[in-house]
T-cell receptor, first 114, second 113 residues
Framework: DVKVTQSSRYLVKRTGEKVFLECVQD?????MFWYRQDPGLGLRLIYF???????EKGDIPEGYSVSREKKERFSLILESASTNQTSMYLC?????????????FGPGTRLTVL | ELKVEQNPLFLSMQEGKNYTIYCNYS?????LYWYRQDPGKSLESLFV?????AVKQEGRLMASLDTKARLSTLHITAAVHDLSATYFC?????????????FGKGTTLSVSS
């Protein structure tokens, strides 16, 4: 089974702190994604990556950065956390190939910024 | 801008009834995905629809895709309580370097006896 794990299920941080959210997948997937999920807004894409050291902005990249130094790991960084970044963060991965594959999601990290 | 719209956003059903969730999208795409999310949990893949006219069924759920109408439906037959969840549809969005998904806002289904 594909497994996508996220470093924390719940996280509480203070405004201005630097926050790291880690995501690891064990299926050698090329593609990795970070979303945030808010009530009434669904899932919105923050950043994604198609290869090591590669990143692409999604729909709402402002206030976030990412890092992908190894194929299995994709990190989301909040440089200076703000209260409007309180949300559920979901990581996903998928493979690249001739047949479109679905995305596999991690359990999510619920981040609260005070 | 690619938009994915689901309706209804909230659906309260009685057990044993049938209903359909609709997913409209605003760009040409041959691929559409349905996911399920239980409260407090992550998303689980239900269906991947890869071409016009594709139909897939799993238990009491059946999904179909009409790429000409830019419409997918998720039909629920004889609903049971275990189907209570939020259902998302998503469509491929082509970026320069690859493909990402754009999600609808989700349909929260509540099945009661």
């Amino acid at each position: 089974d594909v497994k996508v794990t996220q470093s924390s299920r719940y996280l509480v941080k203070r405004t201005g702190e630097k926050v790291f959210l880690e995501c690891v997948q064990d299926m050698d997937h090329e593609n990795m994604f970070w979303y945030r999920q808010d009530p009434g807004l669904g899932l919105r894409l923050i950043y994604f990556s198609y290869d090591v050291k590669m990143k692409e902005k999604g729909d709402i990249p402002e206030g976030y950065s990412v890092s992908r130094e190894k194929k299995e790991r994709f990190s989301l960084i909040l440089e200076s956390a703000s209260t409007n970044q309180t949300s559920m963060y979901l990581c996903a991965s998928s493979r690249t190939g001739p047949i479109t594959d679905t995305q596999y999601f991690g359990p999510g990290t619920r981040l609260t910024v005070l | 801008e690619l938009k994915v719209e689901q309706n209804p956003l909230f659906l309260s059903m009685q057990e044993g009834k049938n209903y359909t969730i609709y997913c409209n999208y605003s760009t040409t795409s041959d691929r559409l995905y349905w996911y399920r999310q239980d409260p407090g949990k992550s998303l689980e893949s239900l269906f991947v629809l890869l071409s016009n006219g594709a139909v897939k069924q799993e238990g009491r759920l059946m999904a179909s895709l009409d790429t000409k109408a830019r419409l997918s439906t998720l039909h629920i037959t004889a609903a049971v309580h275990d189907l209570s969840a939020t259902y998302f549809c998503a469509v491929d969005m082509i970026h320069q370097a690859g493909t990402a998904l754009i999600f609808g806002k989700g349909t929260t289904l509540s099945v009661s006896s």
